[in-house]
């Protein structure tokens, strides 16, 4: 047989009998998959020399015979563009066809696939639109896998990411009082390093806003100081459940009810919240990578800088105002890795003044018997985040409720809990040898 390319299906013959009532089916073929690039070719061995050839679309792909080979046949598969077909290869003394599905895939994508971004994901085409399926290990896969697929407005996407959606997220709100701690002699080291007495604090990083990467265990151990030396105190502390791609927010505070004029001299209330606010978007990239946008706010009423607003009776009243300190920042961490974000600094001025009853409030002569001090105090707030992948509990687990655990702890720690209760967690009774 001399080699040629055939597109389509020869003639065939009379239709064989049917088959008697009762008789066993021939097995469907067994159908494997082969992939070219676009005007790439692809060798193809056969169990024997070929006798007819079938393409589905010979617009996608095309077949030549190799000549030459001796006993089994050969032939060569021609990507022509991006699509599906398929592809039967009847050979000589075989009743059955050998049957592949032939993907031609584009230049990007093939070069994607050289590179291993893809091994669970397919791009396909199909009526001239980019298809999408399989499983992408992560999101970044995924993003390389629609970035080879083509036009993003007529792309089929029906595949999805390997990895676990819900994220929790721990969040840590600490106020540090950098005024008590200029008044001990105690900084932080813009390098990193000890202070004195030997204590290693994290750095502090410039600008309005920081973050740095540590160490959970260390930073605990350096709150806990801080703490215990009224350098710090921890505002909040909540633990927030996500799913990739949505965000999850807390509150830690109130509102405040602001009247607004309305038409014809009417007040409508308005409600305004404040406090220690926060704003978290989790985006699973991979089994351990995980992109997380924070955005942490901290807000605290100002009378000093409120307005007076006149009642119906003729009465005033004192609408504060709202300090405001706040950020938003992107950062992408590993499962279980914190990030810190620091620089959230405010300053508040009080004035304490000392004075002679009654002289004091003299006019002009006053001021010699009165003394005014000023003191200033800054405080930094602090946020610590710490996302983890989180998967839900096992169907049927039963879990202890709070202090559950304590509570039998503690009666079997008495000295008759022992014969009442049994040993518990290799407890025995005080004073006896097992």
């Given at each position: 047989?001399?080699?040629?390319?055939?597109?389509?299906?020869?003639?065939?013959?009379?239709?064989?009998?049917?088959?008697?009532?009762?008789?066993?089916?021939?097995?469907?073929?067994?159908?494997?998959?082969?992939?070219?690039?676009?005007?790439?070719?692809?060798?193809?061995?056969?169990?024997?020399?070929?006798?007819?050839?079938?393409?589905?679309?010979?617009?996608?792909?095309?077949?030549?015979?190799?000549?030459?080979?001796?006993?089994?046949?050969?032939?060569?598969?021609?990507?022509?563009?991006?699509?599906?077909?398929?592809?039967?290869?009847?050979?000589?003394?075989?009743?059955?066809?050998?049957?592949?599905?032939?993907?031609?895939?584009?230049?990007?994508?093939?070069?994607?696939?050289?590179?291993?971004?893809?091994?669970?994901?397919?791009?396909?085409?199909?009526?001239g639109r980019g298809v999408i399926t399989g499983t992408a290990p992560s999101a970044d896969a995924h993003r390389a896998a629609v970035q080879a697929a083509g036009d993003p407005e007529t792309l089929v996407d029906v595949s999805q990411i390997a990895t676990s959606g819900v994220v929790q997220v721990e969040v840590k709100v600490v106020e540090v009082s950098k005024s008590v701690m200029k008044d001990i002699g105690v900084a932080f080291n813009a390098g990193g390093g000890r202070v004195s007495g030997g204590v290693s604090l994290l750095p502090q990083l410039s600008g309005f806003l920081g973050g740095i990467s540590y160490n959970s265990s260390d930073f605990n151990a350096t709150l806990r100081l801080l703490q215990s030396n009224g350098m710090a105190r921890i505002l909040a502390e909540p633990t927030l459940l996500a799913l990739s791609g949505q965000s999850a927010s807390?509150?830690?505070?109130?509102?405040?009810?602001?009247?607004?004029?309305?038409?014809?001299?009417?007040?409508?209330?308005?409600?305004?919240?404040?406090?220690?606010?926060?704003?978290?978007?989790?985006?699973?990239?991979?089994?351990?990578?995980?992109?997380?946008?924070?955005?942490?706010?901290?807000?605290?009423?100002?009378?000093?800088?409120?307005?007076?607003?006149?009642?119906?009776?003729?009465?005033?009243?004192?609408?504060?105002?709202?300090?405001?300190?706040?950020?938003?920042?992107?950062?992408?961490?590993?499962?279980?890795?914190?990030?810190?974000?620091?620089?959230?600094?405010?300053?508040?001025?009080?004035?304490?003044?000392?004075?002679?009853?009654?002289?004091?409030?003299?006019?002009?002569?006053?001021?010699?018997?009165?003394?005014?001090?000023?003191?200033?105090?800054?405080?930094?707030?602090?946020?610590?985040?710490?996302?983890?992948?989180?998967?839900?509990?096992?169907?049927?687990?039963?879990?202890?409720?709070?202090?559950?655990?304590?509570?039998?702890?503690?009666?079997?720690?008495?000295?008759?809990?022992?014969?009442?209760?049994?040993?518990?967690?290799?407890?025995?009774?005080?004073?006896?040898?097992?």
């Open positions: 047989m001399s080699g040629h390319a055939w597109g389509q299906t020869p003639p065939r013959g009379p239709s064989p009998a049917a088959p008697p009532a009762g008789a066993q089916q021939p097995a469907a073929p067994r159908i494997s998959e082969l992939m070219v690039s676009v005007n790439g070719q692809q060798p193809l061995g056969l169990a024997g020399a070929p006798t007819r050839i079938a393409v589905g679309d010979p617009g996608v792909a095309d077949v030549k015979v190799l000549t030459g080979t001796a006993g089994a046949g050969e032939v060569l598969v021609y990507g022509r563009k991006a699509g599906t077909t398929e592809l039967r290869v009847w050979t000589r003394g075989a009743r059955d066809p050998q049957v592949w599905l032939v993907r031609v895939i584009s230049d990007a994508q093939a070069a994607l696939v050289r590179r291993g971004v893809q091994p669970g994901v397919s791009v396909d085409t199909a009526d807390f509150l830690a505070g109130g509102e405040i009810p602001i009247p607004v004029a309305g038409g014809l001299g009417t007040q409508t209330i308005e409600f305004k919240p404040f406090g220690i606010g926060l704003t978290v978007s989790p985006t699973v990239i991979s089994r351990e990578r995980i992109a997380l946008k924070v955005a942490p706010e901290a807000s605290e009423l100002d009378y000093t800088n409120g307005i007076m607003m006149s009642n119906t009776d003729g009465s005033l009243t004192t609408i504060p105002a709202l300090r405001t300190r706040k950020a938003d920042t992107t950062v992408e961490l590993g499962d279980g890795e914190s990030y810190l974000i620091s620089g959230l600094v405010s300053r508040q001025t009080k004035a304490n003044v000392n004075k002679i009853p009654l002289l004091g409030d003299l006019p002009i002569i006053g001021a010699f018997f009165r003394n005014v001090q000023y003191s200033q105090e800054d405080n930094e707030l602090v946020i610590v985040v710490t996302p983890r992948l989180v998967r839900p509990i096992a169907r049927g687990v039963t879990l202890p409720m709070p202090g559950e655990r304590q509570e039998v702890s503690d009666r079997a720690s008495t000295a008759w809990g022992y014969y009442l209760l049994g040993p518990m967690g290799g407890q025995q009774m005080p004073g006896f040898s097992r």
